[in-house]
């Protein structure tokens, strides 16, 4: 089964701006969908965006006009490029990824990395 291991998380102000990339390997059929969802303590997992194989992104209300998500598919990647960040950012965003078509890629998940934002 692929494994998502994501990367560039960190503490930044608020109104700074954060990269996170995700690699997938050990794929054997194509990850057409994949993602990022964040928890925060207290409170579900919420997706935050995805984009399918042809580039169809879907985001959160939360974070469009902010956050912008992309991939690459001959390496295997997703970024979410995340500007001005709030302090209700701060989590953990999780990867995400399924051979489906879908706009809440899920069979397939990262161990996770954290975000701080400091007012």
């Known amino acids: 089964q692929p494994h998502l291991v994501e990367s560039g998380g960190g503490l930044v102000q608020a109104g700074g701006s954060l990269r996170l990339s995700c690699t997938a390997s050990?794929?054997?059929?194509?990850?057409?969908?994949m993602g990022w969802y964040r928890q925060t303590p207290g409170k579900q997992r919420e997706l935050v965006a995805s984009i399918t194989r042809l580039y169809n992104t879907h985001l959160a209300d939360s974070v469009k006009g902010r956050f912008i998500i992309s991939r690459d598919n001959d390496k295997n990647t997703v970024s979410l490029q995340m500007n001005s960040l709030k302090p209700a950012d701060t989590g953990v965003y999780y990867c995400?990824?399924?051979?489906?078509?879908?706009?809440?890629?899920?069979?397939?998940w990262g161990q996770g990395i954290q975000v701080t934002v400091s007012s």
């Open positions: 995400a990824s399924e051979e489906g078509i879908t706009t809440t890629p899920s069979d397939y």
């Open positions: 050990g794929t054997i059929f194509p990850l057409n969908s």
